[in-house]
């Protein structure tokens, strides 16, 4: 068995690298905190930097100066002579393996299968049953491997090292885990024993732990051992109702590690105060962003929508002749929508290509969030990035988060909408100031902001 990874002093464990996990990530990055990235759920593909708790026991972790590999390409699977591999693309979402003609196994894609990168591979018996499934990890390497009886029930799975060695066996009836450990041979009942034995094992319980979700990273965290240092618990939901129960343990003193807890979601720190919690057990640290450009006061506008619903957009066409306004789909567009580009201030792109897309976002100063239905390619988040003045309807606000609320009308205040988007174009201050606004809402944070909170854990 391999050395343990070695965690630096301070870790962020997750229980998933979700987005808001990965923007925590950043921040951490930006403001020139050095940190491990502990996920405890099992993700063979997390990106360069990111471990899963799986990586750290079976020594599968990308560091600096040393090369694990790459990624798995479809036809680098190993087969016996005369076996033929098709990729399956254009027929269907995966790939097969094939002698004279019978499947004998079939391929798994990782995200996309444009990029016919293995994610796993089913291998089947004579009667076409699935017998074995091999997971193939970031770099390429079988790290896991699932047995089924001839009827499809799982029986077990086993987990490999870095070096090919078996790491663990798990009994799919009994849920119960073998974890050979060099010499020493464990027995566990969960995987979130495991899973603690794996991260005390690796010194974690000697690290500054910070981690953002009251599931599984909490209950690891309280039993990680010895209690040497105070993490922190970054709250990223938005407070809703009663605060709850385990939070309630941390706001008054009962939890083992947790010395406090920061609040990123506006309007939450004062929310729990309201509650009666202890000033000093809770703080308010939004995210470090990288911003694509400055605004250039320019009165070009974007909109990205999947419908044809796209609320007073004609009334804002004819409102402001001087603003030119990008329509963007990632589809066709109706004859409705195609219908507006009769006005000389309106572009329309359907089917709009990414390239295109990333030069909209960098060329316009507005963003209005204003088009019923689903939200498309994430783009008031990236509206925000790229530091435009974002506007919304009540109806038809797809994320709240980074739009200041006085850029937020009802559909029946159109008129005030359209009297504010004036007053910015008129005066370039004004537009600065709410910009300022826009950012302080979205807690946007400089190092400086990072440095002083976690400067100051134990």
């Known amino acids: 068995?391999?050395?343990?990874?070695?965690?630096?002093?301070?870790?962020?464990?997750?229980?998933?690298?979700?987005?808001?996990?990965?923007?925590?990530?950043?921040?951490?990055?930006?403001?020139?905190?050095?940190?491990?990235?502990?996920?405890?759920?099992?993700?063979?593909?997390?990106?360069?930097?990111?471990?899963?708790?799986?990586?750290?026991?079976?020594?599968?972790?990308?560091?600096?100066?040393?090369?694990?590999?790459?990624?798995?390409?479809?036809?680098?699977?190993?087969?016996?002579d005369h076996w033929s591999i098709h990729a399956g693309v254009g027929e269907t979402d995966y790939g097969r393996i094939t002698y004279q003609h019978e499947e004998k196994g079939r391929i798994y894609y990782w995200e996309s299968t444009r990029k016919w990168l293995v994610r796993a591979v089913d291998w089947f018996d004579r009667k076409g049953n699935v017998?074995?499934?091999?997971?193939?990890?970031?770099?390429?390497?079988?790290?896991?491997?699932?047995?089924?009886?001839?009827?499809?029930?799982?029986?077990?799975?086993?987990?490999?090292?870095?070096?090919?060695?078996?790491?663990?066996?798990?009994n799919a009836?009994?849920?119960?885990?073998?974890?050979?450990?060099?010499?020493?041979?464990?027995?566990?009942?969960?995987?979130?024993?495991?899973?603690?034995?794996?991260?005390?094992?690796?010194?974690?319980g000697q690290r500054r732990v910070c981690y953002?979700?009251?599931?599984?990273?909490?209950?690891?965290?309280?039993?990680l051992e010895p209690v040497a240092r105070w993490g922190m618990l970054f709250w990223q939901e938005n407070m809703e109702g009663?605060?709850?129960?385990?939070?309630?343990r941390i706001l008054e003193g009962h939890a083992v590690r947790t010395e406090k807890i920061l609040l990123?979601?506006?309007?939450?720190?004062?929310?729990?105060?309201?509650?009666?919690?202890?000033?000093?057990?809770?703080?308010?640290?939004?995210?470090?962003?990288?911003?694509?450009?400055?605004?250039g006061h320019q009165?070009?506008?974007?909109?990205?929508?999947?419908?044809?619903?796209?609320?007073?957009?004609?009334?804002l066409v004819r409102e402001f002749p001087r603003m030119h306004f990008h329509i963007a789909a990632v589809t066709l567009m109706s004859p409705k929508l195609m219908a507006l580009e009769t006005y000389g201030n309106v572009s329309l792109y359907p089917c709009v290509q990414k390239p295109i897309l990333d030069e909209l976002f960098l060329s316009c100063d507005y963003y209005f969030d204003i088009n019923h239905w689903t939200e498309i390619v994430s783009a008031v988040y990236q509206a925000f990035l790229h530091n435009q003045l974002i506007f919304a309807f009540?109806?038809?606000?797809?994320?709240?988060?980074y739009v200041a609320e006085a850029h937020i009308y009802p559909v029946a205040e159109y008129a005030k909408m359209a009297a504010d988007v004036r007053e910015m174009m008129e005066n370039g201050e004004t537009m600065d100031r709410h910009l300022k606004m826009q950012l302080a809402e979205a807690m946007a944070e400089d190092r400086d902001a990072y440095m002083q909170v976690l400067g100051g854990i134990g």
Not at 144 to 166: I, S
Not at 213 to 222: C, H, K, R, T, V
Not at 242 to 248: K, N
């Open 1 to 80: 068995m391999a050395e343990p990874i070695m965690l630096k002093d301070t870790v962020l464990l997750f229980d998933s690298y979700s987005p808001a996990s990965r923007r925590l990530h950043e921040s951490f990055l930006r403001a020139g905190c050095p940190c491990s990235v502990v996920i405890l759920e099992e993700d063979p593909f997390l990106p360069e930097g990111v471990m899963s708790v799986y990586d750290l026991f079976l020594g599968y972790f990308q560091e600096e100066g040393r090369s694990l590999g790459k990624p798995r390409f479809f036809n680098e699977i190993p087969v016996p």
């Open 131 to 170: 017998r074995f499934r091999d997971f193939y990890n970031r770099y390429g390497a079988v790290y896991a491997r699932t047995c089924y009886d001839g009827q499809g029930r799982e029986l077990g799975r086993t987990w490999f090292t870095v070096g090919g060695q078996e790491a663990i066996v798990e």
């Open 173 to 204: 009836v009994t849920g119960e885990l073998i974890v050979n450990d060099g010499e020493l041979v464990k027995f566990f009942r969960a995987r979130r024993d495991m899973v603690l034995y794996f991260l005390n094992r690796a010194g974690a």
């Open 212 to 223: 953002d979700s009251l599931g599984e990273a909490f209950w690891i965290s309280e039993r």
């Open 242 to 248: 009663a605060v709850p129960e385990d939070m309630r």
């Open 264 to 295: 990123q979601k506006r309007g939450d720190y004062d929310r729990l105060l309201e509650m009666g919690a202890d000033p000093a057990r809770i703080g308010k640290l939004g995210h470090i962003y990288e911003f694509r450009k400055e605004n």
């Open 299 to 315: 009165p070009q506008a974007l909109i990205c929508t999947n419908s044809e619903r796209i609320e007073h957009c004609e009334e």
């Open 394 to 401: 009540e109806e038809t606000i797809h994320n709240r988060e």
